[in-house]
Antibody, heavy 123, light 107 residues
Framework: EVQLVESGGDLVQPGRSLRLSCAAS????????MHWVRQAPGKGLEWVSG????????DYADSVKGRFTISRDNAKDSLYLQMNSLRLEDTALYYC????????????????WGQGTLVTVSS | DIQMTQSPSSLSASVGDRVTITCRAS??????LNWYQQKPGKVPKVLIY???SLQSGVPSRFSGSGSGTDFALTISSLQVEDFATYYC?????????FGQGTKVEIK
């Protein structure tokens, strides 16, 4: 069974840093790209960042570019999100999700999600 | 960045109704379009990928259509368990943007 378990969420002051982790199990972690998606309280889904299976391709939403860094450790089956210079608007539930693909490898979608870890930025 | 715009933002429907939600991309994304369902307090679940391919285990009353910039998610006969918020997402290029969501409520 595929499992994704996020951790590291906390209450932090604006300008501070936080590192989120996502522990993966039940599948071959380095076969898949992985993404972070966030959801502010009562709001919609916002794609945050994605990383290819080997870390060779990394993308960010404009809202976090230059402040957040995604990384992975395939030896530990783990995904990370280093969040610096946090802002009030970064308050959200942060989901780790597996980026799966169809049988031809052309189409990609988020097929498994963790339960999320809550980041609250407040003074 | 590609903007994804869903309509309507919310709708009220009855069990058994046929429901259609639309999603428009700000530029062509071919068929790189996914649909997700999220129930309150739950994790999102993929329903449709590649605009019209049904994810394994998803009931056949869900269907997707479209290409280029205009897409639709149709529920042929709405069931109680389908009351939820639906999101489209483009997987054509980064950033892989979501639509703002469409909340389907009970009439």
């Amino acid at each position: 069974e595929v499992q994704l378990v996020e951790s590291g969420g906390d209450l932090v002051q604006p300008g501070r840093s936080l590192r989120l982790s996502c522990a993966a199990s039940g599948f071959t972690f380095d076969d898949y790209a992985m993404h972070w998606v966030r959801q502010a309280p009562g709001k919609g889904l916002e794609w945050v960042s994605g990383i290819s299976w080997n870390g060779g391709t990394i993308d960010y939403a404009d809202s976090v570019k230059g402040r957040f860094t995604i990384s992975r450790d395939n030896a530990k089956d783990s995904l990370y999100l280093q969040m610096n210079s946090l802002r009030l608007e970064d308050t959200a539930l942060y989901y780790c999700a597996r980026y799966s693909f169809d049988s031809n490898g052309f189409y990609h979608f988020l097929d498994h999600w963790g339960q999320g870890t809550l980041v609250t930025v407040s003074s | 960045d590609i903007q994804m715009t869903q309509s309507p933002s919310s709708l009220s429907a009855s069990v058994g109704d046929r429901v259609t939600i639309t999603c428009r991309a700000s530029q062509s994304i071919a068929t790189y379009l996914n649909w997700y369902q999220q129930k309150p307090g739950k994790v999102p679940k993929v329903l449709i990928y590649a605009a019209s391919s049904l994810q394994s285990g998803v009931p056949s009353r869900f269907s997707g259509s479209g290409s280029g910039t205009d897409f639709a998610l149709t529920i042929s006969s709405l069931q109680v368990e389908d009351f939820a918020t639906y999101y489209c997402q483009q997987s054509y290029t980064a950033p892989r943007t979501f639509g703002q969501g469409t909340k389907v409520e009970i009439k």
